[in-house]
């Protein structure tokens, strides 16, 4: 043997022996065996190099970017919408539609191209049924790998063969020659895949934006905190808003979806009407749902007991805030009224706004006029203190004149076991959430009027709350609602191509510091909601609204990913991953398309090379808008490029020793007296063996002659040995250098080379076996 060749099956080994160990990248082991091709003179300088302008290189790096587009103008979602039917069935089931589809187009349209159009739409996929990518991607990138020889013109083993045919002055193979073996093929593996294969699979994340997801889910403990209720028939949640419904507040809830008649709506906005029927999916602490439900922890009693005593007691006065009172420039929360001096504001009127709607945020001012409820020795104190002046107690009709319908008066029990039992009145929740007044409070047989809210609740207390009917009715309302389901299954629900979440943090020159979210208006400015806050280890889930932000905050933000990319724009705030914040481009769709069409068109027709017509089609994508070219660069998998450029010279080095030819040439002259079979398994070894580490459009050419000689010198039909060496040639499963399809799924599953050797090598001796026992009946030896 030449030396070499010896040189050349040392380089081999080494590149196999690091493959399999997984100690270096792929690519640096790609370009080691490069730079020692180079060195040793196996190849000349210009075949070393000539790998990076190959028209497989520029085919590989072009269709990332056809992908890309794809996906950016939400093509890719379209096109995997009639697969997410399968995502609530099991993962074998999934499996083999995938793997039928993939087949199915590979048969019409080139592999590569089938696998770059299917790999957004499985990464959908993927994520929507909740499993990781890897699950999955393998199992594509082989169904494209199966289905590929179904026709004569399908891939490129099945032309070169058929065109060595004819070039030799043989009947050559017609359209659907290859189909009987393959499809025997096919199922074979398919099955293979849904019975043993998918156990050998790894589950792991591999692409950045898999991990980022899965670490922001982990991080917040997202599975944990979200469920879904139903709004019963005949609730008083039926024809309200979301933002009526009060559930936000009152529940410490966002609400992330809402599903009508098998309909889901992402991130529905405040001013959505509830239906009778809608499941709500929702974000918070289950916990704070079940303190309502069923009157287990409120118990609505008959009020008309004890508005004949709170009416003695509780007094109305309309009062003017003075010039000079200390009340001027402070918040009613600020003002202390309720907490040190007992005293409501029911009503607050100013002389520039009239009423003021937001009672909470204003600020009072001189000459502000103040509907005030409390007893009478309250409120002549803040009088003589000098906090209010011009004070004139008022009737019922005087006091509904000035606040509506905001003094109806409804009696609630603390039955024991109550969650509230223990808890101060702010801790209720039942001002803040539903707009409503602890304005008494009955214990053993005691009244008391305005009740501190530090006051603690115990069982059997009886609150008097005051408000309006519809607040009222709320509170009633949300009693009905119960969990209907908890499943971590729920949050591969909550994203689309519209609508995601992911992690912003306070940028190091903000001026929000010390503001809280209600301060900042957030979801009034930005349209998105925030579910939690990380602060120094951990996640705060409730009270975020008036949680002062700090430097060092990360929010976790959900909504149209149209308004996260108006938030990333904001200097205050920093958006960690920025794919997340990508509003699709539908107005690029039919564009997307049209240039996805026309690379196909001329690929199939052979109008010009795939090469260039892929390469043709990227600068269009980028061009007409569907993508920038920042888009582009990022979304190619430059590990793969490298391989394989790096990977090809070795076809040059397999040539230019004569090592295939050799290696051939010994192993059918050992079987050659065997018969047929033998011939035809020999053939299928040394062809799947070389097109693990060979183009497999080289590897044809080289063995093609081959065929042809060993059937003429044996007297067998020339048509079984070549058909062999198509289907052979296809047989490329077990490395990931094999086919380009392979190394599209790389990166996106993090697949290691073990990973394929695993999975394909039981594939390939498969085919082995299927091809060995059926082409010489489909293709009898001798004719």
Known sequence: MPFDVWVLLAILAAAFVLFIGGWLRVDVVGLLVLSALALTGLVTAQEALAGFSSPAVVTVWALFILSAGLTRTGIAHQLGRPLQRFTKGGEAMLMVVLMVAASLLSALINTVTVATILLPSTM???????????????????????????????TPPNILVTDALRNAGLAPFALFDFTPITSVIVATGIAFMVLIGRHMLPSKSGDADS?????????????????????????VLDGRTLAESRLGSALHVTVLGLQRLGVLMLAPRPNDVLQSGDTLILHGRPEHLQRYHASQHLRVEPSGLIEGRLADRLQAAE??????????????????LRRQHRVHVAALYSPDEGEVKD??????????????????????????????????????????????????????????????????LVESRLGNAFGLTVVGLVRG?????????????????????????????????????????QSSGLLADLESQQVGVTEVLLSPRTSLAGRTLADLLFRERYGISVLAIWRKGRAYRTGLQNMPLQFGDALLVYGQRSSMETLSRDSDFLVLDEAAVQAPRLEKARIAVAVMLAVLVSAILGLVPIAIAALAGATLM????????????????????????????????????????????????AVGDLGPRWVVAALFIVTVTGTQIIPTAALVVLMAP???????????SPHLLMMTVAISASSSFASPLSHPAHLLVMGPGGYRFIDYVKVGVPITVLSFVVSVALLPVLWPPYE
């Open 124 to 154: 959908e996929l993927a994520r929507r049924s909740g499993r990781p990518p890897s699950r999955l991607l393998m199992p594509l990138a082989l169904g494209c790998l199966l289905g590929g020889p179904f026709t004569g013109i399908s």
């Open 445 to 485: 047989g005691e009244l008391l009027c305005m009740p501190s809210p530090d006051e603690k609740v115990q069982a059997d207390d009886l609150l008097v709350l005051q408000g309006s009917a519809r607040d009222l009715e709320i509170l009633e309302g949300l009693q009905d609602l119960e969990i209907t389901e």
């Open 359 to 424: 009672l909470q945020r204003h600020r009072l001012a001189a000459r502000d006029r103040l509907l005030l409820q409390g007893e009478r020795k309250a409120l002549e104190e803040l009088v003589r203190l000098g906090f209010i002046a011009e004070m004139r107690f008022i009737g019922a009709d005087r006091v509904k004149a000035l606040a509506g319908d905001r003094t109806r008066l409804m009696a609630v029990r603390v039955p024991g076991g109550s969650v509230l039992t223990g808890h101060d």
């Open 211 to 235: 991990r980022t997801r899965r670490k922001i889910g982990a991080t917040y403990q997202l599975e944990t905190h979200i469920f879904t209720t139903r709004i019963p028939a005949g609730s």
């Open 319 to 336: 009062v003017l805030v003075p010039d000079g009172s200390p009340l001027v420039g402070s918040t009613l929360a600020e003002s202390g």
């Open 622 to 669: 980028v061009l007409l808008g569907c993508l920038s070219m920042e888009e582009a660069y990022r979304a190619i998998e430059w590990k793969v490029v490298f391989l394989i450029a790096s990977m090809l010279p070795l076809g040059a080095a397999i040539e230019n020793t004569g090592a295939a030819q050799m290696g051939a040439a010994a192993l059918i002259a």
């Open 706 to 716: 081959v065929a042809l000689s060993t059937a003429a010198t044996l007297g067998i």
